[in-house]
């Protein structure tokens, strides 16, 4: 009797201590969702409420002017710009290039895109709405480049050692679809150098990530990297297409004498291995 009552009030603190550990895990389950929510929230509200920045600071470090606010909060920064038709509310962090955008109707307060930028490049998905808050487009920013950001980031640390996370080092970065002499995706990317005012741009193709071309500007006085590598390939064109040499009687540009050449080195390889092929057999024949 002793024993089975011993038992009994074993099971019960088994239970109850059972209990309690679903419901511990339940209250921080439910606690850890509510906050998940709450950041997803912020981040893509539907209705635009600035209240949740009025314990933000201004930030001094720009001009205020009615239509435009800037804000900070710790290492967080906010810009929000007012036209007659649209709020747009511009999320960043100090330590990285990352921007997150929400674009409002104005009168409605309404939610009209949703996007994120790396420095002044549209990355990820931008999302649209219509005047109701829902979902209207999606735009995949990373569809036609198969060399990602995340493979551009790499291998600036690896072949540059340079991390173009950080906004010290990183002054820009583009990509666009070549309509010209390069219909390929495209990246420029233009990094800080010591010196004051000047910057290395990288011209870099959006397939396989090769560097094209790079060249030193001056921040005063801008180049574009890529008008800068199409004058190579003019020059470099001009050159194969004008005359270079004659062999028995006939004109060779620069480009048809490469081909010229290396038709006839493989003519000189395939007669010299035959050659050796008949050789090598009489030679045995005769031993």
């Known amino acids: 009797m002793t024993s089975s009552f011993n038992i009994s009030e074993k099971m019960k603190l088994l239970l109850i201590l059972f209990l309690f550990l679903v419901c511990f895990h339940g209250n921080s389950q439910q606690k850890k969702e509510t906050t998940v ?9 539907k209705i635009l409420d600035l209240n949740i920045y009025r314990d933000w600071e201004v930030d001094l470090t720009y001009m205020q002017i009615p239509e435009i606010k800037y804000l900070k909060k710790g290492n967080e920064r906010i810009s929000i710009i007012s036209t007659d038709r649209v709020i747009q ?3 960043s962090n100090i330590n990285n290039p990352y921007k997150y955008i929400s674009v409002y109707d104005v009168k409605t307060k309404v939610i009209q895109v949703l996007g ?8 990820g998905t931008s999302t649209y709405y219509d ?11 990373e569809k036609p480049y198969k060399f990602s950001l995340t493979d551009m980031i790499e291998k600036f640390k690896t072949e540059y050692s340079l991390d173009i996370e950080n906004p010290k080092v990183l002054y820009d970065i583009n990509r666009f679809i070549g309509k010209t002499e390069l219909k390929i995706p495209l ?11 000047v910057c290395t741009s990288y011209l870099i ?3 396989t990530g090769k560097t094209l071309y790079s060249i030193k500007m001056d921040e005063i006085e801008p180049k574009s990297v890529l008008h800068e590598y199409f004058k190579i390939l003019k020059k470099q064109e001009e050159e194969d297409n004008a005359y270079f040499n004659t062999y028995k009687g006939k004109d060779y540009t620069k480009a048809e004498w490469e081909i010229f050449k290396e038709q006839h080195y493989k003519e000189y390889e395939r007669k010299k291995e035959s050659k050796g092929f008949w050789h090598d057999l ?4 005769d031993e």
């Open 187 to 197: 990246y420029e990317v233009s990094i800080r150098e010591d010196f004051p005012y």
């Open 131 to 141: 005047d109701n808050g829902i979902k209207t487009k999606e735009i995949q920013n």
């Open 205 to 207: 193709d959006g397939n």
């Open 37 to 45: 929510f709450n950041e997803i929230k912020i981040d893509t509200m």
């Open 89 to 91: 509310v511009t999320r």
């Open 116 to 123: 994120v930028r790396f420095k002044s490049m549209s990355i």
């Open 282 to 285: 009489f030679k045995k024949h």
